[in-house]
């Protein structure tokens, strides 16, 4: 078993271009950005850049942390082609609630920490994960475009 650690998106800026078929396709608050095996060598900027958070897992498999990449499908099938229109289908299908009530307070700190003191933050084991890993609810279309 292959351990992992991974980045997580962190602003709460709103990156809305204005236009639900744009937006959709940007990474929201929680997203995770990507996943690396354990030890992995991070740049410094990604290390000191306050958009991301790295977590270490070393108790977490890769294969398992690659799904939290998947985009939004709503049941298609992404191998039959490109979903039908319109296509609001999010970056990401799940994210991480960073935002959650009852996380442990050293977690809370690291997440809140913009000076990115300490680069990364190791989590104990899956409870957390699992706490704050949420399905994102669809986008609504008013409209088709």
Not at 63 to 89: F, I, R, S
Request: charged content about 20%; glycine content about 4%.
């Amino acid at each position: 078993m292959t351990m992992c650690e991974f980045a997580v998106w962190i602003p709460t800026l709103d990156l809305s271009s204005g236009d639900v078929y744009v937006t959709s396709k940007l990474p929201n608050r929680g997203d995770v950005i990507d996943v690396c095996e354990d030890n992995h060598l991070w740049s410094d900027r990604e290390l000191i850049d306050a958009r991301f958070v790295i977590f270490k897992a070393p108790f977490l498999d890769i294969a398992l942390a690659n799904t939290y990449l998947a985009p939004e499908t709503n049941g298609h099938n992404l191998d039959d082609g490109p979903p039908p229109v319109p296509n609001t289908l999010q970056y990401r299908a799940r994210y991480m609630n960073l935002d959650l009530d009852g996380l442990p307070a050293d977690l809370a700190a690291y997440i809140a920490d913009n000076t990115r003191a300490s680069a990364w933050f190791t989590l104990s084991d899956m409870t957390v994960i699992d706490a704050m890993l949420t399905t994102r609810a669809p986008i609504p279309i008013t409209e088709a475009k």
